[in-house]
Every structure is written in structure tokens, then in C-alpha cells.
């Protein structure tokens, strides 16, 4: 059995991005993925789906199958949250006899890619469109939004709603602190791309590091993006091709770990370069009480406070390649 502290590491730390390179997957294949993850084995690991805006229609109509039947939900919400398991899509009340109304709905991170008043009217038509009975058998609560400038951030937090979380993807070229600056104390969030599918797609460790220290500086909880398939940092094809260009990817567990232990112990700069960088995963280890690298050693407790309050998920459009690699390292 997996340990309790990379339980606490792995609990709602991966956003599915079955949609984008390199799986690139269409529409009704990505919502037959992320539903059987749902019903899987490691369910806790997922979090949520991310769909551009300009495909939320789209998904609508390839996910209807699998979504929780709202239809099958009781009027009185505080039944609603006393039930535990789903009512599949078109079945009808008598054929559940334990009255098992609905799964919890589908969450769903939206990218921008769009005018963003246009794309937030998109948004809430599509809540409203999945809603019924008290509750959601879909609901966009987070938008993913890419800024090359401070004062961009400031433009869109005039027209955001309270109700939508969002995430600021912000170049790790250059001095991300100016960026920081326009996030900190607002409740807001930041976005680092990891990766890609061509080797200059990825910053190095000391940029990584950087961005790490400054948003912990700030106080602002941050996701990753790409490039993030595998649990320790070492060379990989970047792409699913046969020819696939290989290069140095980063390691999830390098990534979040160092971020557990910046939040939690503060650690310099040279040490966070160092443990991204780490490519041996004998210097790791997982117990039920702490996790441990190098003889450095954080609580299971310190690591899920963590993830609640500063080092959140990354985007990846795999779930099966993280999951084999943990269960390949025993650690899962």
C-alpha cells in the first residue's frame, strides 16, 4: 500500500489535459479517459478536466454520457451531499434501489483563448446550462489565463467574477518578481509552463527555483503546465512519436517536494536547485509519517498543508504515464 505522505503529495494533483500535445486526444476520447480516471483506482490523484473555452460546447456534448445525472438528484441539497455514489447518465431512480443520487459533479478548468469578456460569457452559460435540482453535473470554477505583461492581470481582475479562480500563466524568462508584485495579496494565483514538446520548451532548474521562492515570497499559490510525466527528473521522448526528440524533463515529485519544503522549512536556493535537479530515486523516500530526500525530511501533515495552501496540481495529458512510473518505483 502507498504511503500516507505520498498520498498527501499526490491527492488532487493532477489536472487532465487529455486535449493537448503530446497526447492530443480528441474531444470524446479525453472524456472517456478522465471518466474511467474518475472511477479508478487512483481517482484522488485527478483533479480537474481543462478544456478551452472555445471547446466548451464541444465537451458538453462529448461528456453528456458520463456527467452525474442531475435529473436523478433530490430537491434538498443537504440530501444531495449525503450520497456517495453515481446514478449512471439515463438510468431511471428504480433501477437504484439504495436511492444512490450523483456523483460529485465534474470541475473544470477553462483556458482562455479569447476575448475574455466574450470567453467569461461562454463560461457562464455553460454553468447555467449544467445546473438542475441544486446542483452540477459540470461547473467551470477556475480559467487559466496567459499574461505577457503585469498590467494585463490588473485589465482582467476588473472584469473577472468572485466566483472564478484564476490562474495567471507567467513567462519564466526574465525577472518573475514584476509579476508577483501585480498577484501578491489578492487571492490570486500563478501558472509556470514546465515543458513542451521540443527541449526549448523547458526552463532550466535555476528558473523553476526562481519562480518557486518568489510566489512563496508573495504568498501565492501556484500550478505547473507540461512537460511534467514522470515522477523524478531525467531524459525522456518528448512526444508519443516513434522519431519523438528526446530531452531532460522535469520530475513532478522533484517539483512538488521542493515546493512542500519551501513552504513549509524555507529552503535556499541552492538546495531547491539541487533537489529539482535530483534524478536518483533511491535519495527518496516515503513513509507513512514524512517524506525524505537526502536526509531531509518534512511531515505528512506539512506536505498536505502544502498542497492545500501553495504548491496545487500541474496540467498533464496523461494519467496513465504518472501512474505507472510511481507504481514502477513501488511507491504507489
Same mark, same amino acid.
Given at each position: ?5 505520498? $498520498? ?24 472517456? =479517459? ?18 478551452? @473555452? ?16 442531475? %435529473? ?23 433501477? =437504484? ?29 455553460? $454553468? ?25 492581470? %490588473? ?49 532550466? @532548474? ?10 512563496? %515570497?508573495? $504568498? ?47 529552503? %535556499? ?13 533511491? =535519495? ?49
Amino acid at each position: 500500500m502507498a504511503s500516507k505522505s505520498i $498520498n498527501a503529495l499526490l491527492f488532487g494533483l493532477i489536472d487532465y489535459a487529455g486535449l493537448f500535445p503530446p497526447a492530443k486526444l480528441d474531444m470524446k476520447a479525453a472524456a472517456e =479517459s478522465y471518466a474511467r480516471h474518475r472511477r479508478g483506482k487512483h481517482a484522488d490523484s485527478l483533479a480537474r478536466f481543462i478544456c478551452p @473555452v472555445s471547446r466548451l460546447g464541444e465537451f458538453a456534448k462529448a461528456a453528456a454520457l458520463h456527467l452525474p445525472n442531475t %435529473d436523478a438528484v433530490p430537491a434538498d441539497p443537504k440530501r444531495a451531499l449525503k450520497a456517495k455514489v453515481v446514478v449512471p447518465a439515463g438510468a431511471a431512480l428504480a433501477e =437504484s434501489p439504495a436511492l444512490v443520487q450523483h456523483l460529485d459533479p465534474w470541475t473544470l478548468s477553462a483556458l482562455i483563448d479569447g476575448p475574455l469578456e466574450s470567453n467569461l460569457r461562454a463560461i457562464a452559460e455553460f $454553468n447555467a446550462a449544467h445546473h438542475k435540482n441544486h446542483h452540477s453535473s459540470a461547473v467551470v470554477d477556475t480559467v487559466e489565463i496567459k499574461v505577457t505583461t503585469p498590467d494585463a492581470i %490588473d485589465a482582467a481582475l476588473d472584469i473577472l467574477p468572485e466566483e472564478i479562480n484564476p490562474f495567471f500563466e507567467i513567462p519564466h524568462k526574465g525577472d518573475v518578481r514584476t509579476f508577483a508584485a501585480a498577484l501578491a495579496g489578492l487571492g490570486l494565483s500563478a501558472k509556470i509552463r514546465t515543458g513542451g514538446t521540443t527541449p526549448d520548451m523547458f526552463p532550466s @532548474v535555476e528558473q523553476v527555483a526562481d519562480f518557486l521562492l518568489v510566489m512563496h %515570497d508573495g $504568498n501565492i499559490p501556484f500550478k505547473a503546465t507540461a512537460g511534467l510525466h514522470h515522477p523524478i527528473r531525467g531524459t525522456f521522448g518528448l512526444t508519443y512519436e516513434d522519431d519523438s526528440p528526446e530531452g531532460t524533463m522535469h520530475g513532478f515529485v522533484n517539483l512538488f517536494l521542493a515546493a512542500t519544503l519551501v513552504h513549509d522549512q524555507g529552503i %535556499d536556493r541552492a538546495t531547491v536547485i539541487h533537489l529539482l535537479g535530483e534524478t536518483d530515486a533511491e =535519495s527518496f523516500r516515503f513513509t507513512d509519517a514524512h517524506a525524505e530526500w537526502r536526509g531531509m525530511r518534512i511531515t505528512t501533515e506539512a506536505i498536505a498543508a502544502a498542497r492545500e495552501n501553495f504548491a496545487l496540481c500541474f496540467g498533464s495529458c496523461s494519467m496513465d504515464d504518472p501512474i505507472v512510473d510511481l507504481a514502477g518505483l513501488g511507491w504507489i
